[in-house]
């Protein structure tokens, strides 16, 4: 389903969405084309778009194409999700360490089209950071790593 959806291929176009989209969410899928779990949130990706084609606008970004925002934002596991709003970078609170972006797949459609909504709500409130809507255990669990510390 990944070929469904729009797919940001350099730094520039990766600029310029941030830069332009605005009064929606803008979606970011960090991974590679290739991958199971990847192709499993293409899937939910692709099958959302449409419902939250008025709150949403989303990209798949290939951590290989672009490498510096693959740097920036820590991506060590794919997929990871990263949402922005009018060029803001929105975190979400999903009770985990980590609220700059979600690591892995999504489990329902609905889950997705729930995090836009609250993501969605709190920026046109002026939040910066939200609290994630989704059952705490239909996130998926991982370990921070830090490397040279």
Known sequence: MSFLLPRLTCKREVDQAIKTVAEKVLVLRFGRDNDAVCLQLDDILAKTAHDLSNMAVIYLVDVNKVPVYTQYFDISYIPS???FFNGQHMKVDYGSPDHTKFVGS???KQDFIDLIEVIYRGAM??????????DPNN??????????I
Request: glycine content about 8%.
């Open 125 to 134: 409130r002026g939040k910066l950071i939200v609290r994630s809507p989704i």
């Open 106 to 108: 999504f489990k329902t």
């Open 81 to 83: 999700t990263v949402f």
């Open 139 to 148: 996130i998926p669990k991982y370990d921070l790593l830090y490397q040279g």
